[in-house]
Every structure is written in C-alpha cells, then in structure tokens.
C-alpha cells in the first residue's frame, strides 16, 4: 500500500498500472484502511487538543479514516484541508526528537494527499502547563487560554 501511496503517479504516467495492479492496489488499500479504523484509540493527549480545538469553535472528526490514503488522521478541521497529527513519544526517535520512518511516511503521504498538515507534538503541549503556571491569574483558565494561543500559531 506504501508503495502504491509513493509510487502511484508515477506508475500512471508510465502504464504501469494495468488492471492486476490496479486491483491489487485497491485489495492492499482496503485492508489499509480497515486496519487503520480498527486501531483508531485516541490518547489523552489528543482528546486534550481536540478539547481545545472545539472550544474554539471549530468543527472537527477525530480518528478519522482518510479515503485516498487510507491513514486514521487524530483530527480533521471540518470546512478545511487541514488535519491535525497529535504524535506522542513513540513517533519520535527521543534523543532527537526526529520522526520515525513511519511517522515521516505517513507525513509525506498526507501532505501528498493536498491535505495541510498541522503537527502538535508532546513535548511542546506538555510544556504550556509551565507557561500558563507563569500567568498571574487562576492556574486552570490560564492553561486554557495558554492550550488555545498555541493552537492558534499552529493552524
């Protein structure tokens, strides 16, 4: 399915993709996005960040299944290309805070897919608590108010 993701344009424009491919591109795609459905678990992290999003007032689908590339998107701005891939830290290679292979994969392949990719990793989202500690009023709606301001410079 990967390679089909990656290489599909290309396959095209040479005549490649004959009705077997064709077909065996469609089984792998479905069983893709099967799989994709029934691995769908929001964390924490990503129910906190969808919270902050709705009391924004955006509209949004969280573990959303994305038809042509048949990945489980955290959260998909309804009225918008834009989705929102909350990673925690088993995407990132810790010591660099690089993304794994495929994390990366799945990036390309969204941003490929016209989608506008918005990133909200764990290190940046567990580190607002600190900066809205640092505000003079009640801690709770200065972690609120600090939650949406970072999401705002995101999108």
Known sequence: ??????FRPLLAAEGLMD???QRLALACSQEFQAR???HASPSALQEAVAETLRR???ELLTDWVEPETGYSLDIKLLHSNTVVEVDGPSHFVLSARA???PTAAKRRHIAAAGYALVVVPYWEWDALPLRAA???????PALLRAR???ML???
């Open 19 to 21: 009705p077997p491919r």
């Open 134 to 140: 640092q505000l003079p009023e009640h801690r709770a």
């Open 36 to 38: 994709s459905a029934d």
């Open 148 to 150: 949406e301001q970072y």
């Open 1 to 6: 399915h990967h390679f089909a993701l990656q």
């Open 56 to 58: 924004m007032g955006l």
């Open 99 to 101: 993304p794994l292979g």
């Open 153 to 155: 410079q995101k999108l």
